[in-house]
Nanobody, 115 residues
Framework: QVQLVESGGGLVQAGGSLRLSCAAS????????MGWYRQAPGKQRELVAR???????NYADSVKGRFTISRDNAKNTVYLQMNNLKPEDTAVYYC?????????WGQGTQVTVSS
C-alpha cells in the first residue's frame, strides 16, 4: 500500500503563485509516474500535469507555460509549481502515483484563486 499526503493549497489572488507537494510513503518499489489532476465544481476531473520515467512531462494546454511539475526521487515527492494563477484554476487538486502499475490517489487540496 502507498499513502499520499498533499500540501500547499490555499487562497491566492489572480497572478499569484502556489506550490503543491505530494509525498508518497509506504511499500514503494518502483514509481513509474506521478502527477496531478484537478476537479472544479460541476466539472469532470482533468489531468493537469504528469511526470513519468525519464522525467518526461506532459501538461494540459490550459496550464502550459504557467505550471511546472517536478519530482524528488529520493523523497518520493512530486511538486506542482503554479505561477500566474487565474480564477479558472480554482479546483481541488489531487495527486496520484503509479506504483508497479497500481494507481494511488491523494486526498485532494483546495486551490482558490480570487479575481
Amino acid at each position: 500500500q502507498v499513502q499520499l499526503v498533499e500540501s500547499g493549497g490555499g487562497l491566492v489572488q489572480a497572478g499569484g503563485s502556489l506550490r503543491l507537494s505530494c509525498a508518497a510513503s509506504g511499500t514503494i518499489f518502483s514509481i513509474n509516474a506521478m502527477g496531478w489532476y484537478r476537479q472544479a465544481p460541476g466539472k469532470q476531473r482533468e489531468l493537469v500535469a504528469r511526470i513519468v520515467v525519464g522525467s518526461i512531462t506532459n501538461y494540459a494546454d490550459s496550464v502550459k507555460g504557467r505550471f511546472t511539475i517536478s519530482r524528488d526521487n529520493a523523497k518520493n515527492t512530486v511538486y506542482l509549481q503554479m505561477n500566474n494563477l487565474k480564477p479558472e484554476d480554482t479546483a481541488v487538486y489531487y495527486c496520484y502515483v503509479f506504483e508497479r502499475s497500481i494507481q494511488y490517489w491523494g486526498q485532494g487540496t483546495q486551490v482558490t484563486v480570487s479575481s
